[in-house]
């Protein structure tokens, strides 16, 4: 059962007037909690910051904050705990207030049941039909208007598939609905999605990228066109959730499991 606190009040309100509501103006973070402690939970924090750097406020998580965060992970084994801010309320324009009024929305939720499942077997990636705008002033961050990704999931996703592939307007492949890509070659040399223009560059993916280097890989970020899906022997995709999971197939394109992605479960304590 979900349990929402809004500045931390149980069950609190979010007032009608809140930018967040209005105009999406604000971020968050999904957190992995396991065996009763928030996975990476400095790196969710400096994520947070720096977006709200680049929507134009300051945060930085408080003492109060962090011990409810604290608090909530040790009453869960495993789950989920969100964490969304907004720059508060504001007047009907599009204009930011001077004062600033943060919101801070905390709330709980299980782990998705078929996560450990996709983990152990991997998963099916089809293109979706919509495609991501290019705005490099909001690329990266995860922000709360995400209406691009609302229509991508308003259509179900076709038999034998599992998510959606996701391409920018210049065909290159960014990402899945909900999750970043990367790609490994037949030299083993790793490569993830450029995000300079669109995309959301995950906390999980900043962690699988240091995990890829400590164990010695190579990893090249750059723009990928989906016509070279066809380079690669293998692909996974990585968010805060799921942890790893290989792709088996992207449209018509096979991959096999790399070694590599056991490997980083391991390194980062990623296995569900």
Avoid at 67 to 79: F, I, P, R, S
Wanted: with cysteine; glycine share 8%.
């Amino acid at each position: 059962m979900m349990t929402v606190w809004v500045n931390g009040v149980e069950n609190g309100q979010v007032k009608p007037v809140d930018r967040g509501l209005a105009y999406g103006d604000g971020l968050f973070a999904t957190m992995r909690v396991s065996h009763h402690e928030i996975q990476f939970l400095t790196g969710h924090f400096n994520r947070l910051s720096q977006g709200a750097k680049r929507l134009g406020f300051d945060w930085q998580a408080s003492p109060t904050l962090k011990a409810h965060l604290h608090q909530q992970a040790l009453t869960m084994e495993h789950g989920c705990i969100k964490l969304l801010l907004t720059r508060g309320s504001g007047g009907r324009g599009y204009a930011a207030p001077s004062q600033l009024d943060i919101t801070e929305v905390v709330s709980t939720h299980p782990i998705p049941k078929h996560y450990p499942l996709w983990q152990q077997r991997g998963i099916a990636l089809v293109s979706s039909d919509v495609t991501l705008g290019r705005q490099p002033r909001l690329a990266g961050i995860k922000h709360c208007n995400r209406l691009e990704q609302v229509l991508i999931k308003s259509v179900p996703i076709p038999l034998g598939f599992d998510d959606y592939l996701v391409l920018d307007e210049q065909d290159l492949v960014i990402e899945s609905s909900m999750a970043n890509l990367f790609f490994v070659d037949k030299e083993q040399a790793v490569y993830t999605p450029a995000l300079s223009h669109s995309g959301v560059a995950g906390m999980m993916r900043e962690q699988v990228i240091n995990g890829i280097l400590a164990l010695g890989f190579s990893v090249h970020v750059k723009p990928i066109p989906i016509s070279r899906l066809t380079d690669f022997s293998a692909a996974f995709v990585t968010n805060s959730l799921l942890g790893v999971v290989d792709v088996t197939r992207i449209n018509d394109v096979m991959y096999t499991s790399d070694p590599l992605t056991q490997m980083l479960r391991t390194e980062l304590n990623l296995v569900l």
